[in-house]
């Protein structure tokens, strides 16, 4: 399966968006779905997990303002961002795995592929 992350863009604090992951190639409803995202000089970090039976993961940092979701029929995973706040500012990646255990699952070498960055910018 191959991934595209899209949906990226600038925004100001307080504001919204709509990150939308693009699979192809393959059967997207087995795979677990993940987000994560890197700020310049940052290690990548963790922002939600979606399973492939519906479990939910979230970063502290993001719950309560951020929800994944998937769409298998049409190859889709989202994630919405709401409240948004400039320590949110990052590139995000969307990234797939078949065989993710749960201690795992907030971990990036758990994931074997992933999409292209997109950039989401909060102004404050």
């Known amino acids: 399966v191959q991934l595209q992350a899209s949906g990226g863009g600038l925004v100001q604090a307080g504001g919204s968006l709509r990150l939308t992951c693009t699979a192809s190639?393959?059967?997207?409803?087995?795979?677990?779905l993940a987000w994560f995202r890197q700020a310049p000089g940052k290690e990548r970090e963790f922002v939600a997990a979606?399973?492939?039976?519906?479990?939910?993961y979230y970063a502290d940092s993001v719950k309560g303002r951020f929800t994944i979701s998937r769409d298998n029929a049409k190859g889709t995973g989202y994630l919405q961002m709401n409240s948004l706040k400039p320590d949110d500012t990052a590139t995000y990646y969307c990234?797939?795995?078949?065989?993710?255990?749960?201690?795992?699952?907030?971990?990036?070498?758990?994931?074997?592929?992933w999409g292209q960055g997109t950039q989401v910018t909060v102004s404050s």
């Open positions: 990234t797939v795995s078949q065989s993710v255990i749960l201690s795992s699952i907030r971990s990036a070498r758990a994931y074997n592929i």
């Open positions: 190639g393959g059967s997207f409803s087995a795979y677990a």
């Open positions: 979606l399973r492939q039976r519906g479990a939910t």
